[in-house]
């Protein structure tokens, strides 16, 4: 289906994990071959000191990929939402992975990084990185006057609700805030937008769509529009 309005960005949610394990480089290959512009993926710490690419806590015998093999292994050029996750990073690991991004020469124009905890995201606005603050459903159910001052103490380049804000928030208030969003100078990337009702919501709206079903988005929003 043909969208009239402007096309947002396509990435894969960890991929396109139907095809291939979640926070994977087969999986990760598997959505830019079926068209996404990029990928999100998420970073956790592992008990040796490493940074892995896995959604959850990683146990002691952790088998997720590296970070640095991740990196190397991706396309140069695609577009990347990189998930800091709380549980297991803190602040000063920042720079540690700033170190391991750089080295794989991943340019800054092309990188979001992205959090639900706040204290991850300073280091990187002080570097000049976009950075992104991700919002749950807890946090949706602020209201949006105390959503809105959090959002401005936190001051991120981009805002990433999840596609559900359209039903803890209902369509009305949820297109409110996207507009107070845009007022404050904010990009909007939703997740995890998958059913033609999610995609038909965010039309126009977002800068960015995360979506585990990638040809179904891609699909809906061609390239060239």
């Known amino acids: 289906m043909k969208h009239p309005r402007a096309r947002p960005l396509v990435l894969g949610h960890r991929g396109y994990r139907s095809l291939a394990p979640e926070n994977t480089l087969p999986a990760f290959r598997a ?3 079926h068209g996404a512009d990029g990928v999100e993926f998420d970073v956790q710490k592992a008990s040796d000191g490493r940074y892995v690419v896995i959604h959850d806590p990683p146990g002691r015998d952790c088998a997720a990929p590296p970070l640095s093999d991740v990196l190397a ?3 140069r050029g695609i577009y990347l939402d990189i998930e800091l996750k709380g549980e297991t990073l803190a602040p000063a690991d920042c720079p540690r992975i700033l170190a391991e991004i750089t080295a794989a020469g991943i340019a800054a124009g092309r990188l979001m990084i992205s959090s639900f905890a706040p204290q991850l995201l300073p280091p990187w606005k002080a570097w000049g990185i976009d950075t992104a603050l991700l919002l749950g459903s807890e946090t949706m159910r ?3 006057r ?3 001052g959090h ?3 936190v001051g991120p380049a981009w805002l990433n ?3 559900q804000a359209f039903d803890v928030l209902g369509r009305r208030r949820a297109r409110l805030l996207a507009r107070i969003a845009r007022l404050a100078g904010l990009r909007l990337a939703f997740w995890t937008v998958n059913t033609p009702q999610q995609l038909e919501s965010v039309a126009g709206i ?3 769509v995360i979506a585990d079903e990638v040809d179904r988005a891609v699909a809906f929003f061609p390239k060239g529009t």
Do not use: K, T
């Open 146 to 148: 105390r959503l809105a």
């Open 161 to 163: 609700p999840p596609v």
């Open 151 to 153: 959002i401005r103490r």
């Open 142 to 144: 602020m209201g949006i």
């Open 31 to 33: 959505a830019l071959e």
């Open 206 to 208: 977002a800068d960015i």
């Open 73 to 75: 292994g991706l396309p």
